[in-house]
């Protein structure tokens, strides 16, 4: 039910957003830079991290090397949710996220803790970026959302 809500008829800015509203774009930078170590962490003990509209996973991907080898190679790559795509109809390939690997929520409380702000402001602010990010899908914009 928590997909539910990045599903949008209307886009949304972020001045309509109460935590966006209140902290500045450093602050966001630093609640993000926070979610995206945590993340990385994650990844690294093989767990998948599911943000509300896609899955951050590492993935087996082939790539080509010298004389037409074909080498496998763990990926980090974000999955974009099904009911997102559907909804927003979007094209993208079928990434699964293997089988044994757990798929986990991302921990606001120790995300807050490395990032010195309370809990509650660091998912609000999570959860609204997600909502601007939703909102310029859908109104087809260009996205750039840069991860370390």
């Known amino acids: 039910a928590k997909m539910q809500k990045y599903l949008l008829y209307n886009s949304v800015e972020p001045k309509e957003l109460p935590t966006l509203r209140e902290l500045s774009t450093v602050e966001i930078c630093k609640v993000w830079s926070g979610m995206s170590r945590h993340i990385y962490r994650q990844l690294l003990q093989k767990r998948a991290v599911e943000i509300g509209v896609g899955t951050f996973a590492v993935v087996l991907a082939h790539t080509s090397v010298a004389e037409g080898k074909v080498l496998p190679v763990e990926r980090p790559t974000f999955i974009l949710s099904k009911p997102l795509k559907m909804f927003y109809n979007l094209e993208s390939d079928e990434t699964k996220i293997p089988e044994e690997t757990p798929v986990v929520?991302?921990?606001?409380?120790?995300?807050?803790?490395?990032?010195?702000?309370?809990?509650?402001?660091?998912?609000?602010?999570?959860?609204?970026?997600?909502?601007?990010?939703?909102?310029a899908l859908r109104d087809n914009k260009e996205v750039e959302f840069s991860f370390r």
């Open 105 to 135: 929520q991302p921990d606001f409380e120790a995300i807050a803790a490395n990032t010195h702000f309370r809990h509650e402001i660091v998912e609000q602010c999570v959860q609204e970026t997600l909502l601007c990010f939703a909102g």
